[in-house]
């Protein structure tokens, strides 16, 4: 499944995580900043690529901007973020 347009979830000011995602024509790439990074940057990126798997996406950039985001919360930002980059206009 393809990305039809760039979306995104959160905002910059939520205590959360902030999510965008863009279509691209190379293969995956995920980005994350974190202020948890040296602790869980590597579980947040398994969260992020489980759930790209669950939705078979591919081609796309994923930035995630986190401030200490529990895996549901990553996970509810992302599927609304898929969702809305799924949606024509």
Same mark, same amino acid.
């Given at each position: 499944m393809r990305l039809l347009k760039p979306a995104k979830a959160g905002t910059y000011e939520s205590n959360d995580i902030y999510i965008m995602l863009y279509p691209i024509e190379e293969a995956t790439k995920i980005e994350v900043e974190s202020i948890v990074s040296e602790l869980y940057g590597k579980r947040i990126r398994e969260v992020i690529e489980t759930v %790209? +798997?669950? #939705? =078979? %996406?591919?081609? @796309? #950039? @994923? =930035?995630?901007? +986190?401030k200490g985001a529990l895996d549901y919360a990553i996970r509810a930002r992302l599927v609304t973020a898929i969702k809305r980059g799924l949606e024509h206009e």
């Amino acid at each position: 499944m393809r990305l039809l347009k760039p979306a995104k979830a959160g905002t910059y000011e939520s205590n959360d995580i902030y999510i965008m995602l863009y279509p691209i024509e190379e293969a995956t790439k995920i980005e994350v900043e974190s202020i948890v990074s040296e602790l869980y940057g590597k579980r947040i990126r398994e969260v992020i690529e489980t759930v %790209l +798997d669950e #939705y =078979k %996406l591919t081609n @796309v #950039y @994923v =930035k995630a901007i +986190d401030k200490g985001a529990l895996d549901y919360a990553i996970r509810a930002r992302l599927v609304t973020a898929i969702k809305r980059g799924l949606e024509h206009e």
